[in-house]
Structure formats: C-alpha cells, structure tokens
C-alpha cells in the first residue's frame, strides 16, 4: 500500500496506478470530464479551440490537457485542440514534440554520432614512435 498526498487538495490517499488523486478530487475531474465531453459532443462545438472550451466549461486548461494526454479525451475529432510540445511548448495533436523541435534532437544526435566515429578514428590510428638507443 503506498500512502500519498494528493497533488490537487492535499489529503492522504492510497495511491494507485489508475488514479493520479485522491477519491474526491477524482470525482470532481470525472464531474469536469462530463461537462468538457458534453460540450464537445456538440456538433457546433467540434472545431472549438482550447482557450473556447475552457471558457465555455469552466474547466481549466490544465485540467483538459490532462484529459487529452491519457486518452480520455480523443482530439482526432476536434481539429483546433492540441498539447504543448514537452520542448517548446507549441500546439501539436501527436507524439510528444513538435517537428521542429524533433528535427533538432535528430541533427544533435546525427551531430553526436560523427563527433564519436571522429574520436574512435582518432584513437585507433594513435602513432607508436621508436627511439634508438
């Protein structure tokens, strides 16, 4: 059993790999799921943007980016919603980073690789020298 505060209120609960809070706080973000989910059931409200659907539920941003990070909330089918690029913080709808920020991490590896077949070159053609005596 492994006893934690809850991130949100504070309050010891017994933590889990299916809740990140405790049991009261997690009935009001399933509360807070309902209303972004109806909300954006709505055919009118399909193409709404973040800023849109935080303002129009009441729910934070916070909140709904949490929803869409584990899978509860599906952007497939809202074309103006998306999560911050763990790097830069940029708008995307899949993966993790932004291509930008993706072509960067790439090239800096590629960049990494040459640099160490550079040093491994430079370690087996080391000159061994012979002196007379």
């Known amino acids: 059993m492994d006893l934690s ?14 809740r990140d809070v405790c049991e009261k ?6 509360a807070a799921y309902d209303t972004v989910s109806k909300y954006m059931r709505k055919r009118e409200n399909r193409a709404a943007t973040m800023l849109q659907v935080v ?7 916070k909140l709904i980016l949490k929803f869409i990070k584990n899978g509860k909330l599906q952007i497939t089918q809202f ?14 709808r899949t993966g993790r980073l932004c291509d930008d ?7 800096d590896l590629k960049h990494l690789e040459r640099e160490e077949e550079f040093k ?9 020298y012979f002196s007379k005596d």
């Open 101 to 107: 920020c993706a072509n960067d991490i790439r090239d």
């Open 5 to 18: 505060n809850c991130p949100q209120c504070g309050e010891i609960y017994v933590k889990n790999k299916f």
């Open 120 to 128: 491994q070159k430079l370690n087996s053609h080391k000159a061994t």
């Open 25 to 30: 706080c997690w009935r009001e973000e399933e």
């Open 55 to 61: 303002e129009a539920t009441g729910v934070s941003q």
């Open 79 to 92: 074309p103006n919603l998306g999560y911050p690029c763990d790097k830069c913080g940029t708008v995307i």
